[in-house]
């Protein structure tokens, strides 16, 4: 079955690092994402870690991959007030239908 | 990336009437997709536009209620007919980009047409 499931809030210290994690059913997914959403805007692609990789690293963002647990995670270093957002995960199982997490907010305490 | 731009941005409408959303992109992409993100939701796919026949629909949307035209490859509309307040969402348009070493891994999102229906 297609279900992606996220905690729904975290709250961190600004300069402290967020990890944010994401569970996934299909493990046919090549890809999976994550997106970012701030207040009143679209969806924003941060990331993506294909399916035969470990981790990727991207500035401050590390993504982690646990493909025997389906455990996918997001590591922002430095959190900084502007990475204040909703950030979803995301797997395509098939086609190019993206199935949605529900979303983590992230919210960064001063 | 893709530049894409949706209009209108947001809207308020009654009940019963249609609205028809704008989803324009900078370059032209094979695929593009509707999705829709009700209040405090996560995002679900309506459909998929294609160009030059009719849209795909995901269970639970028919055409009747979300006629989807894709004239190019570069524009695509979605009507949300007939509106009820259990339409009010957020209604965003993607792409979908060759990238990596597969094609169409990355998808881009529209900023959203927020939809309100009193």
Same mark, same amino acid.
């Given at each position: 079955?297609?279900?992606?499931?996220?905690?729904?809030?975290?709250?961190?210290?600004?300069?402290?690092?967020?990890?944010?994690?994401?569970?996934?059913? #299909?493990?046919?997914? =090549?890809? $999976?994402?994550?997106? /970012?959403?701030?207040?009143?805007?679209?969806?924003?692609?941060? !990331?993506?870690?294909?399916?035969?990789?470990?981790?990727?690293? #991207?500035?401050?963002? =590390?993504? $982690?991959?646990?493909? /025997?647990?389906?455990?996918?995670?997001?590591?922002?270093?430095? !959190?900084?007030?502007?990475?204040?957002?909703?950030?979803?995960?995301?797997?395509?199982?098939?086609?190019?239908?993206?199935?949605?997490?529900?979303?983590?907010?992230?919210?960064?305490?001063? | 990336?893709?530049?894409?731009?949706?209009?209108?941005?947001?809207?308020?409408?009654?009940?019963?009437?249609?609205?028809?959303?704008?989803?324009?992109?900078?370059?032209?992409?094979?695929?593009?997709?509707?999705?829709?993100?009700?209040?405090?939701?996560?995002?679900?796919?309506?459909?998929?536009?294609?160009?030059?026949?009719?849209?795909?629909?995901?269970?639970?949307?028919?055409?009747?209620?979300?006629?989807?035209?894709?004239?190019?490859?570069?524009?695509?509309?979605?009507?949300?007919?007939?509106?009820?307040?259990?339409?009010?969402?957020?209604?965003?348009?993607?792409?979908?980009?060759?990238?990596?070493?597969?094609?169409?891994?990355?998808?881009?999102?529209?900023?959203?047409?927020?939809?309100?229906?009193?």
């Amino acid at each position: 079955g297609e279900d992606v499931e996220q905690s729904l809030f975290l709250s961190v210290r600004e300069g402290d690092s967020s990890v944010i994690n994401c569970t996934y059913t #299909d493990s046919s997914s =090549t890809y $999976l994402y994550w997106y /970012k959403q701030e207040p009143g805007a679209g969806l924003q692609l941060l !990331t993506y870690i294909f399916s035969n990789m470990d981790m990727k690293q #991207d500035q401050r963002l =590390t993504v $982690l991959l646990n493909k /025997k647990d389906k455990h996918l995670s997001l590591r922002i270093a430095d !959190t900084q007030t502007g990475d204040s957002a909703i950030y979803f995960c995301a797997e395509i199982p098939r086609g190019y239908k993206l199935i949605f997490g529900s979303g983590t907010r992230l919210l960064v305490r001063p | 990336s893709a530049v894409i731009s949706q209009k209108p941005s947001r809207d308020i409408c009654q009940r019963g009437t249609s609205l028809t959303i704008q989803c324009q992109v900078d370059s032209q992409v094979t695929m593009m997709f509707w999705y829709r993100q009700q209040p405090g939701q996560s995002l679900t796919l309506i459909a998929t536009a294609n160009q030059g026949s009719e849209a795909t629909y995901e269970s639970g949307f028919v055409i009747d209620k979300f006629p989807i035209s894709r004239p190019n490859l570069t524009f695509s509309t979605l009507t949300v007919s007939n509106m009820s307040p259990e339409d009010s969402s957020i209604y965003l348009c993607s792409v979908a980009l060759a990238g990596g070493k597969s094609s169409y891994n990355e998808q881009f999102f529209g900023p959203g047409t927020r939809l309100t229906v009193l």
